[in-house]
């Protein structure tokens, strides 16, 4: 079938993007599924930093490349021995599936499925599969999803099933930005009921960690950005206190606050500097979590002996060290009960034409969260 898809063809084009245009919007061929693939029609899909850095070149891949990964759609048709899905199920679509057999997948760590990680690489589906075609030239899959298209193919380990009284808009950023930032908080963290958090970084994923940190009632709970804008919308949101870290002063603040340091700290800024100041701002004992993704030269120096005399513990968080099967729908009950309103981090409605402004946007510091509404 026939489908409009997003492609990228060329990565580090000049800014704004709304001149040189990095995306282009094409009609291309979308295969049907293959065994255990479902073809999705989409309904949302948010614009994000991970997509973000493949446009600038932070994170390059393989290309032509039919870019996206955070998303929500109806299941519109099943290949051969698919049995947990069915026509006109709603899903979020989730950007690492799970093989279900590797050792990962097995302690229960679908996040760092083996097979999904070399699928990803290759531009493949968990098969090794690619079902776009443009012209007679293959196309391949942004971590097996590519979402900023009318319909795609997936492996059906890539999606989960949602209740349909679920908005589908806003069940989008239920596939990464609530996944990644409050999976951080909730799973890789593990933050109690009352403990005292920051969340560093205040994007549309540090956001969504705040919002699972209001939920677990975190106090204080201190929201940290440079940006005096995303700080405020964060005191909006719950967040007690607010500080920009590059203030003279900021950390002697952040222990002041909290009596010594936070229990947890949480970076999503996607900085190594936004890191230290995390690990730096923990009491003896604490716990400092990174789901964020630097430059990969990026490095982190912290001393070597703190880890020892403080018991201080440093852990990374992919996906929010979810398991999706459980985590999306809990998170779904959390946002349809109001105890996190994630519908309050959309700034922007767009359509899939408007992409190249909406990247624009979010380079510019401008949103927090934008999402393609398809027909």
């Known amino acids: 079938m026939k489908t409009r898809i997003a492609l990228l063809r060329e990565m580090k084009l000049p800014r704004p993007y709304t ?14 599924p293959g065994p255990g693939e479902l073809r999705i029609k989409i309904a949302a899909a948010g614009l994000c930093h991970s997509d973000l850095s493949v446009i600038n070149g932070d994170r390059p891949r393989d290309l032509p490349l039919a870019l996206g ?19 006109g199920d709603h899903v979020v679509l989730v950007f690492a599936p799970s093989c279900g057999q590797c050792t990962p997948c097995a ?8 097979p999904a990680a070399v699928a990803g690489g290759k531009g493949t589906l968990l098969s090794g599969a690619k079902r776009i075609h443009l012209d007679g030239e293959v196309i391949d899959h942004h971590v097996g999803v590519s979402c900023f298209s009318d319909y ?6 890539s999606c989960v099933a949602i209740d349909k009284s679920i908005p589908l808009e806003k069940a989008a950023l239920l596939g990464c930005a609530v996944l990644t930032g409050a999976g ?4 890789t963290a593990n933050l109690r009921t009352g403990q005292s958090c920051a969340i560093v970084g205040l994007g549309g994923v540090g956001l969504a960690g ?12 201190i929201a940290v950005d440079l940006a005096k804008d995303k700080r405020d919308f964060a005191l909006e949101l719950g967040a007690t206190h607010a500080i920009d870290p590059s203030a003279e002063g900021a950390l002697e603040q952040l222990r002041e606050l909290t009596g010594g340091g936070c229990d947890v700290a ?15 701002c923990l009491k003896r004992g604490g716990t400092a979590v990174t789901g964020g993704l630097p430059h990969p030269d990026d490095m982190l120096s912290i001393p070597a002996t703190s880890l020892t005399v403080s018991e201080k513990t440093l852990r990374g968080s ?3 060290s979810c398991v999706p099967k459980r985590d999306v729908p809990r998170f779904a009950r959390l946002m349809q009960a109001g105890e996190m309103p994630i519908e309050k981090l959309m700034t922007h409605r767009i359509t899939l034409d408007e992409i190249n402004e909406g990247f624009e946007r979010l380079a510019a510091g401008e949103a927090i969260r934008q999402v393609i509404v398809f027909d």
């Open 19 to 32: 001149d040189s245009k990095p995306l282009s919007i094409v009609e291309a061929e979308l295969e049907d």
């Open 69 to 87: 990964h955070e998303a929500s759609g109806v299941v519109d048709g099943v290949g051969e021995g698919v049995t947990r899905f069915a026509k």
């Open 107 to 114: 302690e229960g760590r679908p996040a760092l499925c083996e």
């Open 152 to 157: 795609v193919v997936i492996d059906q380990g």
């Open 184 to 187: 951080a908080v909730l799973n």
């Open 210 to 221: 705040l919002l699972a940190a209001i939920a677990a009632s975190a106090y204080p709970l």
């Open 266 to 280: 949480v970076e999503l800024a996607g900085s190594a500097r936004a890191l230290r100041f995390a690990y730096d």
């Open 318 to 320: 992919y996906v929010g």
